[in-house]
């Protein structure tokens, strides 16, 4: 076991973010806030409630979660891609370091990162809107769960990348636009057939109904489908880095 | 017999593209020599340097560092070695200090703030501690690097083309530095390209090329072998053949008779051309220029590929 090198990483990474707090922690925190604001405060007064709720109370766990999502992903994903890009990985590769290690080391630092942003965000809702969170440790445990799922995602797709498009590549074009249909703005209860059920498809709605219910005790599918989605977020990303660092040869020749 | 830090048998590595850069190469290292890997672009040194420090995976053989299997106990090998690469590749925006301590904590060692102050001041850059890396010219960011390289006080350096890009005194610097090293007890292992460079420095050198050991051997033995010069004399009258009184040297003559040629040690007591040139006076053989050349490192390499070739 090396935690000191564990620990050194991660203070790295973090340092890294204090560095660019604007661009890390301030620019996000203030694209969700003009969302509180427009969907919130301007649009939100002429809007119907959404499942008994203000529908401005409704968005902001899902508006937290889509900043969430995106921010853990681009975070763990240039974490470890940009070693690689500026060579400086070398020092990693020949530390005395086990793949899980280094895994911890730098997926704890984007977890730690989208945890912060995420408390942020609650933080800044809170000026524009009503909100209330009926289970706060719970809030708290699935905010962790679904970070970790999402920056295990984002370290895969950093060790798979070859260059930096590719890193924008799953984000952009898978992540975002699931998310934005996974719930965030209605009930799922809400839409009308097929799309209801084409919108049940889609894995973050499950993350998003669990997350909610956390703040409103409401959910769009039963909670045991969240948990579960949630389980399966780490797993899959877990099991694809293990299938990396076992067969291919992604970071050394 | 001296301790074996390094044993290295049969190490193959082919690339993905297929290139084999090493073809079964046996090697030890003994503690607290200075070794010198020598060979031209492409030979494969920074291949089996990169091997037995854990950045590139090799396709066969093994790898011992003090007894303890690259892959099986890959924790107790690279505890023990520092690598200064051949690039230079930083993170801009850290701080000379922090990408130091950085690296001392990726090893694992405890945090020790005066070691690290004796190491930057060992390297003159403890002025620069604060600098950020890109703040840094080219020779102090080397100097980093092999602070980075030392801060978890390793018994293993390896030092891959330390000279390139460096100016005489830092090299002269370097070089100090690496014997104190020795005296230390630090064992190391440094590339190049230079013939002169292996005979300043090392105990032993290995010569490499198209990823096998050519030749191995003490340094003194090995600059006898290598060392060699050519004499040539262009003379006034080609000779289609050698005189009978010339057979003490082995000369050969190319250029159709016109250039008489002697291969010699430049490191023998004795090289035999005052007597030769001696000789040919007697002779009558009159010549109108002459020139020694020393063989360039390329028909050294070539000489030992073929003797390779052919045992
Ligand atoms: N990542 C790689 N992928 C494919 N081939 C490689 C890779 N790295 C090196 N090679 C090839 O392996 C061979 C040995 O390369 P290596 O870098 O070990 O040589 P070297 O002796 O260090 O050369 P130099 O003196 O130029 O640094 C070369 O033919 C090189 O093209
Ligand atoms: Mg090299």
Redesign the interface.
Known sequence: M?P??V???Y??EM??WR?TLWQSLVAPVITTALYFLVFGSAIGSRMSDMAGIDFGSFIVPGLILLSVLTQSIANASFGIYFPKF???I?????????PIETVTAYVGAAVTKSVILALVTLVTATLFVDVTVDHPLLMVLFLVLISVGFCLLGFFIGLLANSFEQLQFIPLLVVTPLTFLGGIFYSVAALAEPWRTVTLANPIVYLVSGYRWTFYSVEDVPLWTSLLAMGLAIAVPLAAIAWIFRTG?RL?? | MSETVIAIEGLEKA??GGTRALKGVDLTIDKGEIFALLGPNGAGKTTLISIV?????KTGGSVAVFGHDIEGD???A??R?G?V?Q?L???A??TVW?TVA?????????RDDAYLEQLLKRLTLWDKRKARMMELSGGMKRRVMIA?ALSHQPDILFLDEPTAGVDVELRRDMWELVRKLQADGTTIILTTHYIEEAEEMADRVGVIANGELVALGRKDELMAQLGRRTFKLFLDQPMTSLPDGLSDWSLRLDDDGATLCYDFDSHAAETGIPQLMRKLDELGIAWRDLTTRQSSLEDIFVSLVHQGDRS
């Open positions: 090396n000191r090198g620990g050194a990483i203070r790295f340092a890294r560095r500026t060579g400086t070398y020092e990693i590769l020949s530390a005395p370091l086990s040869k050394k020749q | 690339y993905a420090c854990g950045i590139v995976t890959y924790r107790a690279r505890t070695i690598l690469p690039e590749t930083t993170d925006f850290e922090d950085f690296s001392r904590g990726l090893f694992g060692k405890p980075k």
